[in-house]
């Protein structure tokens, strides 16, 4: 039996406590990532959509301008409360907020007909889990997209940045890498489409201050960048003030009509 209870009450701390930062940001407002995400989708006026770890609801906004209905769920209450503040805020009616987390989701099976997480899956403790539960309440051949920073293959550039991401927030777990994404998605159930890639970065200030890093690890992430290897450097563009460039992905996908 798996038991996420501990940390998940860390995410929830660290999000709850930030969750205005979220709606600000623009790291998570703009992206590329969202326009392809609304493109590949298109129009879908009797769709039902959910937007699973929806942070500050940007995914949730987009999907709301083109389907029936978006269901967004968090762990965090505080978060689920700006989203529907927001929402509120743009007329948006069809906006529906679930608290809860990903591996266990209190929805129907084959409920909706679209699935979305972005920027969540590497705080999740049990990600196999979380994305079973999301091929379980995808209708057969609905659509999934995962959006989120992932690692480089390289196991030093990997390790690299899995300490700086745990440094900076310890509600952090892992970033997977795309052969690592591939195959939890097949395990899933789910048929890769697309996947694109994307380079995203991180302006220092804003990325500690957005999770109130202490300053001890703030410190020792600068630390870790003085004494990186130029090809880490090379690797995340490693500027003078800290800021550094990462690796994200949107992977399209099908839900099998046989669940993993
Ligand atoms: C960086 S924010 C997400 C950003 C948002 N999706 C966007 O597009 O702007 C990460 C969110 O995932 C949520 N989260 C983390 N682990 C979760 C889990 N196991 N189940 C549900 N939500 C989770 C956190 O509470 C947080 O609100």
Redesign the pocket.
């Known amino acids: 039996m798996i038991n ?1 209870d501990t ?2 009450r860390i ?2 701390s ?3 406590a930030r ?1 205005q930062s ?1 709606l600000t ?1 623009a ?3 703009n ?1 590329a990532d ?1 326009d392809q995400m609304a493109d590949l989708i298109g129009q879908r006026p009797e769709a039902i959509a959910l ?10 906004y987009r999907l709301a301008t083109l389907v029936n209905s978006v269901v967004a ?4 209450e505080q ?1 689920l409360g700006v989203v529907a503040d927001e929402a509120r805020r743009r007329g948006m009616n069809n906006v529906i907020t679930k608290q ?4 266990s989701l209190p929805c129907a099976s084959a409920s909706f007909d679209i699935a ?6 590497h ?4 990600v196999p889990a ?1 994305l079973a539960q999301m091929r379980r309440v995808l209708k057969p051949g609905g659509l999934a997209f995962f ?1 989120d920073v992932t690692s480089p293959a390289s196991p030093l550039l990997n390790t690299w940045l899995q300490a700086l991401e745990l440094l900076r927030d310890p ?1 952090h777990v892992r970033n997977a890498s795309l052969g690592e994404w591939q195959h939890l998605l097949n395990t899933a159930g789910f048929t890769v489409r697309s996947v694109t890639a994307f380079r995203l970065r991180l302006e220092f200030t804003t990325w500690v201050e957005r999770m109130n890093t202490p300053e001890s690890h703030v410190q020792a992430i600068r630390s870790l960048q003085q004494f990186a290897s130029a090809e880490v450097t090379d690797y995340f563009s490693v500027e003078q003030d800290g800021s550094f460039t990462v690796d994200s992905v949107l992977i399209a996908a099908q839900a099998n009509t046989i669940p993993g």
């Open positions: 996420n940390h998940n995410v929830d660290q999000f709850s969750a979220y940001s790291v998570h407002a992206g969202l937007d699973l770890g929806c942070g500050g609801g940007h995914a949730t769920y968090d762990l965090s978060m809860g987390a990903a591996e979305v997480t972005r920027y969540s899956t705080h999740w403790y049990d979380g959006m509600s």
